[in-house]
């Protein structure tokens, strides 16, 4: 090597050196805020999701705002840039332009796997022909039961291959006069009847979905209406908010909440008294709705929307999709894998989860209203068959004559 070469090897390092020690330094990314609206039950959980998501995101700090949840109106949208909604709520949000639609950030996203989301939660959130939040859970409702009555008397517990058949013998096997002991409580009266039709095969409106008539004399929902009420009927078995003063109990949340109930229908968000003022005092288990002519449940779909609030859409966008992918106490997942995931975790959430993507019927928000003044009569026609006052074949035929959908 010559001595040009020598001396010049270490000037090039030298000059590199301070070159590198003179550029710009990098400037950290601008600090980004997103507000997060939640039930109030999820919080902790969702708070340890946003961290997560904060870690992989540096400068993105995300502020969760803990409200009371709905099953219809869902959450106060107010001062979010993401919020948890329902199927329900989304016309009115939409109509008071609160929401963004997803669709140019889903067809830019090659990450989000939209098959694996249910197709009828996904399809509860798009309107217009246009996607306005993506599938967090399902709201189901399920059959509790109260484990240690079930002991006592002897009886094997509710699961996924119960038929209405065994509900109706664990009901009579509950109850028990002597000690005011029901075998089943109507906790929403206007919910369970239409569960147990649809279960029976039989419908209250052509489809559920693109309501267009009503179908209060289909036979097969005749002979549900007839079956239920008969078992209203029978003393001792059904509590009921019409009968709680004439048999001796009182509120009917007040008797299954004392112990005095051994199974009710009622949303999956509610488990444990979720919502209540206290935990459910007693031993307490679910199962998917008994099956009949066809195995059926009521859900309502629980989605993660973008509000027009939202000054960093692309960071809002990745917030949803990310916590699209993670699952939350409240509901049942809404994503294959994440229930295939959760079979071996809870397994009892799993089989609600399962029997939910296969089974569950649903409305969409913008018919809500439609349906709302036939189930009114239909409530007012199954009230006389209660009360033996019609046959369930009179009381639905005037139901169809009266019907604001006929």
């Keep these: 090597m010559n001595r040009t070469a020598q001396f010049s090897l270490p000037l090039l390092i030298v000059t590199a050196l301070l070159l590198a020690t003179c550029a710009t330094p990098t400037p950290p990314p601008e600090p980004i805020t997103i507000r997060l609206a939640v039930p109030a039950a999820d919080q902790d959980q969702i708070k340890k999701l946003t ?34 909604t329902t199927q329900f709520a989304l016309d009115e949000m939409r109509s008071r332009g609160l929401l963004i639609s997803l669709d140019p950030l889903i067809a830019g996203d090659k990450s989000l796997n939209q098959a694996d ?27 509790y039961f109260n484990k240690d009555l079930f002991d006592r008397r002897g009886v094997a517990y ?19 006069p002597d000690s005011a002991s029901f075998g089943y409580a109507v906790i929403t009266d206007f919910l369970d009847p239409i569960l147990f039709i649809y279960q ?9 979905q693109a309501p267009t008539r009503t179908t209060f004399t ?7 209406v007839d079956w239920y009420a008969r078992l209203l009927r029978e003393p001792g078995i059904v509590l009921t908010a019409q009968n709680a003063a004439t048999v001796g109990a009182g509120n009917v949340q007040y008797t299954v909440r004392s112990g005095k109930v051994g199974m009710w229908i009622a ?14 005092p007693m031993k307490w288990g679910m199962a998917p709705l008994p099956s009949d002519a066809r195995a059926a449940t009521m859900a309502t779909a629980a989605g993660y929307a973008i509000t027009t609030q939202c000054k960093k859409t692309l960071t809002c966008w990745q917030l949803t999709a990310f916590l699209s992918q993670q699952p939350i ?18 397994a009892e959430v799993a089989r609600i989860a399962q029997a939910a ?16 003044k036939a189930i009114e009569v239909f409530i007012a026609a199954l009230d006389q068959v209660i009360a033996d006052k019609a046959t369930a074949a009179e009381a639905m035929a005037a139901a169809q004559l009266n019907s604001p959908m006929p």
């Design 51 to 84: 961290e997560q998501f904060a870690k992989a995101h540096p400068g993105v700090t995300v502020e969760v705002l803990a409200r009371r949840w709905d099953a219809i109106t869902g959450l106060d949208v107010g001062g979010a840039d993401v919020v948890l």
């Design 117 to 143: 989301f249910l197709p009828s939660a996904a399809k509860m959130f798009v309107d217009a022909g246009k996607t306005w939040a993506l599938p967090a859970g399902l709201d189901v409702q399920v059959l």
């Design 158 to 176: 509710p699961n996924e291959r119960w038929t209405r058949a065994d509900f109706e013998q664990a009901a009579r096997k509950l109850s028990d």
């Design 200 to 208: 029976h095969g039989g419908r209250l409106v052509d489809d559920l």
């Design 218 to 224: 289909d036979p097969k929902t005749i002979a549900a």
């Design 267 to 280: 949303a999956l968000s509610a488990r444990g008294g979720r919502f209540d003022r206290a935990a459910w």
């Design 329 to 346: 106490a409240t509901f049942a997942p809404a994503r294959r894998s994440l229930i295939k995931a959760m079979s071996g975790q809870d």
């Design 357 to 372: 993507a296969d089974n569950a019927l649903m409305i969409r928000g913008g018919d809500i209203n439609k349906l709302e």
